[in-house]
C-alpha cells in the first residue's frame, strides 16, 4: 500500500502578509463604525455650510425688515422675493443667515483654541516627562492647581475683565484683519473672538499636559530608549 505525498512549495509572495499602518488600522475600524461615518458626513455637510455662508445666505446678519416680525419657516419676503427658510425673529432677522454666520464663528474659534491648547499641553507635557526632577514638579504642581479652579466662572472674569479694557492685550492688526476675513467679522467683533480664542486656548492645555506626560514617562522605561 503507497501514500501519495503532496509538497506543497510556498513562494515569497504566497507567504507574504501585508502589513498596514497605524493610520490605515484607524481608518478601517472607523469605515466600519457605521455612527461615525454618520456623524463624518453630518459634521462635513455643518461645516461646508458655514464655509459657504457668504453664499448660502439669503440675508445679511444684521439685515432687519420692518415688518417681518416672527415669520414662520419658509415665508416669502413680499419685495425681494427671497425665502426665511428658518423665518425671522422679534425684530426682522432672518434665522438662517445668521444661523450659518454664527455657525462660522463658532466652529473657528472652537478649531484654533483645539489647535492651540493641544499644541501648548503636548510640549509643556513632553518637557515636563522628559528632564523630570525639579522641571516635572513645579510644571505638574501648577497643572494641578489650574486644575482645582473651577474653569467656568474664571473664564467667564477673565474675558468680560479683557472684552471690557481694549487695551489690555494689544492684538496685532494682522491679526485682527486674518480672523476678519475667516468669520466675517469686522475689526471690533474681530477682536472679541480673538479674546475668546486666548481665553479658551489658556486653560484648555492642562489635561494634554498630564496625557503627554504620561506618555513620555511610559516611552522613557522601554529598552530602545536606554539603548
Not at 502578509?17 to 469605515?31: A, G, H
Not at 492647581?145 to 467667564?156: A, E
Amino acid at each position: 500500500m503507497t501514500t501519495d505525498s503532496k509538497v506543497v512549495e510556498l513562494t515569497g509572495d504566497e507567504i507574504t502578509i501585508k502589513e498596514r499602518t497605524p493610520l490605515q488600522v484607524v481608518l478601517m475600524r472607523f469605515r466600519k463604525h457605521k455612527l461615525a461615518m454618520i456623524s463624518l458626513f453630518l459634521m462635513l455637510g455643518i461645516f461646508l455650510v458655514t464655509l459657504f455662508a457668504a453664499q448660502l445666505a439669503n440675508f445679511g446678519v444684521q439685515e432687519i425688515k420692518v415688518g417681518n416680525y416672527l415669520l414662520d419657516p419658509g415665508a416669502v419676503d413680499e419685495k425681494t422675493g427671497r425665502v426665511h427658510i428658518l423665518g425671522t425673529d422679534h425684530i426682522g432677522r432672518d434665522y438662517f443667515s445668521r444661523l450659518i454666520y454664527a455657525g462660522r464663528i463658532s466652529l473657528t474659534v472652537a478649531f484654533i483654541s483645539v489647535i492651540i491648547s493641544e499644541l501648548t499641553g503636548m510640549t509643556i507635557g513632553a518637557i515636563s516627562g522628559y528632564y523630570g526632577g525639579a522641571v516635572d514638579n513645579v510644571l505638574m504642581r501648577f497643572v494641578e492647581f489650574m486644575l482645582t479652579v473651577p474653569s467656568l466662572p474664571l473664564l467667564l472674569i477673565i474675558s468680560s475683565m479683557l472684552l471690557a479694557n481694549e487695551n489690555l492685550i494689544p492684538i496685532p492688526p494682522v491679526i485682527l484683519n486674518g480672523i476678519g476675513k475667516v468669520m466675517l467679522l469686522n475689526a471690533r467683533d474681530a477682536r472679541s473672538a480673538v479674546l475668546i480664542i486666548m481665553v479658551l486656548a489658556g486653560f484648555g492645555w492642562l489635561g494634554s499636559a498630564q496625557l503627554m506626560r504620561g506618555m513620555v514617562l511610559q516611552i522613557k522605561q522601554q529598552t530602545f530608549v536606554e539603548a
